[in-house]
């Protein structure tokens, strides 16, 4: 049986120098020297500069980028994009607009393709608003409470830049956590990262912090998150 790939959950601010070492060794695992980067979720947030962004940035990782002009749900319907995720080794979703990209992505074609390809062994990487969007339940950025999300791993909620968002945000989603869910609070520039064995442990300078039944606990660089069963 085809081992899923390896997922990593970035808490924000991607592509960035504290983000090199994981990214690094997320195209090792990859075994590619090409990145698929999906910039729907920044349609409305200049997604050409967030392309330029993820092109530099992984070039000097000796990496070339493949962009998928995704920005609406037409696009996320078309043939094409979704056979390039569908041969595609790692993709990678970009942060911007959680509800922008959820209202793309959902029961969409390219989300299909894209479930099937990281079952198949591609390695699948998505900061802030795509951390939040794969998840479910999902985090509702315009308050803290939740909403439905697309489920790629389900029981748990994602809430990125942790470390920077106001505190009554995180608060909030404390506060209304669902009982059966587990929330991970994923600080900038740092990845909750899941191998195809199904264990999670920290990558980049920031904590993942677990809030789990009314339990708070802080896990740092390299930790294995042992809380975690998903």
């Known amino acids: 049986m085809t081992e899923p790939g390896t997922l990593a959950l970035v808490g924000g601010r991607e592509w960035n120098d504290a983000c090199r070492d994981f990214d690094a060794a997320l195209l090792r695992k990859a075994g590619t020297s090409e990145v698929v980067v999906v910039p729907t979720a920044a349609a409305f947030e200049q997604p050409d500069a967030a392309v330029e962004s993820a092109r530099r940035y992984f070039d000097a990782l000796g990496a070339s980028v493949r962009a998928l002009s995704v920005l609406h749900r ?52 998505a900061s802030g608003a795509g951390g939040r969007v794969l998840c479910d339940p999902m985090v509702d950025p315009r308050g803290g409470a939740y909403t439905v999300g697309l489920g790629l791993v389900s029981g748990l909620a994602f809430f990125p830049f942790h470390d920077s968002a106001p505190a009554h945000l995180w608060e909030r989603s404390v506060d209304l956590l669902p009982r059966e869910a587990v929330l991970a609070g994923v600080d900038e520039q740092t990845a909750m990262v899941r191998a195809p064995d199904g264990t999670w442990t920290v990558a980049g300078p920031g904590r993942v912090t677990i809030y789990d039944d009314g339990t708070l606990t802080e896990f740092g660089q390299d930790s294995v998150i042992d809380t975690l069963k998903m």
């Open 74 to 125: 037409e696009d996320a319907e078309a043939e094409e994009p979704a056979a390039v995720v569908s041969d595609a080794a790692f993709v990678y979703l970009s942060s911007g607009s959680p509800m922008h990209l959820r209202s793309v992505l959902m029961h969409s074609r390219l989300y299909e393709a894209l479930v099937d390809a990281h079952g198949r062994g591609a390695v699948l990487a």
